[in-house]
């Protein structure tokens, strides 16, 4: 018998979170998917993801991103980013030690 590797979790900032304090939140590098509750150590690595930049009053902004680390363009809306403003990170894909690409869970992130 095999066991299949089951779908990782998106983060931003090394855990699930809804809200964060927006200090925290500017000092994250990236998305990252982790694995809790597996039986074996298997690492994920996010390949690509939509970055949505939503202000209390205004129009979102998509940034479509390349691999786990926030591109120029995300570093820029995130630098905006005031309390009261959210962030999405959606159509999130990780490949883990299996090698199968794998679209996992949107985080949303409200700055406080």
Do not use: H
């Amino acid at each position: 018998r095999v066991k299949m590797i089951p779908p990782p979790t998106a983060m931003i900032g090394n855990k699930p979170v809804s809200s964060m304090p927006s200090n925290q939140a500017k000092a994250q590098q990236g998305v990252l998917a982790k694995l809790d509750d597996f039986v074996y150590d298997a690492n994920f690595k996010v390949t690509s993801y939509r970055f949505v930049y939503i202000p209390k009053s205004g129009d979102a902004i998509p940034v479509e991103v390349r691999g786990n680390a926030f591109n120029a363009e995300c570093k820029q809306l995130i630098e905006r980013s005031r309390p009261g403003d959210k962030w999405l990170v959606e159509n999130v894909r990780a490949i883990g030690p299996d090698n199968i690409p794998r679209t996992i869970n949107s985080v949303s992130l409200t700055l406080n």
